[in-house]
């Protein structure tokens, strides 16, 4: 992540502190969020570590693909779905599979849903999200628009986890929003394991 990213972020989680704590709702705590931004840097840096060994084996493979799509709308409107699929399924595994759940209990172990949630993610996922980009690279997709587009949902995924937003009209019916992924992180018994997007 480069540093003006970095400063758009701390300044998106300086508003939302500043707008919980006019509205009295208090969505953050020195020790949780001490704990996201901790996991974060140290999470950082391992995928940043294992990024280039996952870019060599992609690269490698890319070689291979078995089609190769060449109207870029459609290259970048199919990327765009296969990388939303594939965090679908790789979130699913994460909470259905108890190996990756261990990794996984990290990012739901907040007690308040908010932008730093988004960041708190387990030590061990950059071992293994990458290998859900195996296939969509055979597929033909190029290994540094597979990063750009994963970044992109990455971005998104963090503006997911907050308390702030509420529901989104229409956007509701097709993206996964903040009123979701609350619901996902709820710890109701009837929404567990539920809405994986």
């Known amino acids: 992540m480069n540093?003006?990213?970095?400063?758009?972020?701390?300044?998106?989680?300086?508003?939302?502190?500043?707008?919980?704590?006019?509205?009295?709702?208090?969505?953050?705590?020195?020790?949780?969020?001490?704990?996201?931004?901790?996991?974060?840097?140290?999470?950082?840096?391992?995928?940043?570590?294992?990024?280039?060994l996952y870019l060599l084996l992609l690269v490698f493979l890319y070689k291979f693909r078995i089609i190769e799509v060449n109207n870029k709308i459609i290259y970048w409107l199919l990327l765009f779905i296969l990388i939303d699929f594939q965090f679908y399924w790789l979130h699913r595994l994460e909470h259905f599979c108890r190996l990756f759940w261990a990794a996984h209990v990290t990012h739901h172990s907040a007690e308040h849903m908010n932008f730093t949630v988004g960041f708190r993610a387990s030590l061990l996922r950059?071992?293994?999200?990458?290998?859900?980009?195996?296939?969509?690279?055979?597929?033909?997709?190029?290994?540094?628009?597979?990063?750009?587009?994963y970044s992109i949902a990455q971005i998104w995924a963090v503006f997911q986890h907050t308390e702030l937003v509420k529901k989104l009209g229409w956007l509701e019916y097709i993206f996964v929003t903040p009123s979701h992924h609350r619901v996902h992180h709820a710890s109701n018994e009837k929404y567990l394991d539920r809405n994986m997007g």
């Open 126 to 149: 950059p071992l293994y999200d990458f290998i859900f980009f195996l296939p969509i690279v055979l597929l033909g997709f190029k290994p540094l628009d597979i990063f750009l587009m």
């Open 3 to 52: 540093w003006e990213i970095s400063t758009i972020y701390v300044i998106i989680i300086g508003l939302e502190i500043g707008i919980s704590n006019f509205q009295h709702r208090k969505l953050y705590t020195w020790h949780e969020t001490l704990i996201s931004f901790a996991l974060s840097l140290i999470n950082g840096t391992l995928d940043l570590a294992v990024r280039g």
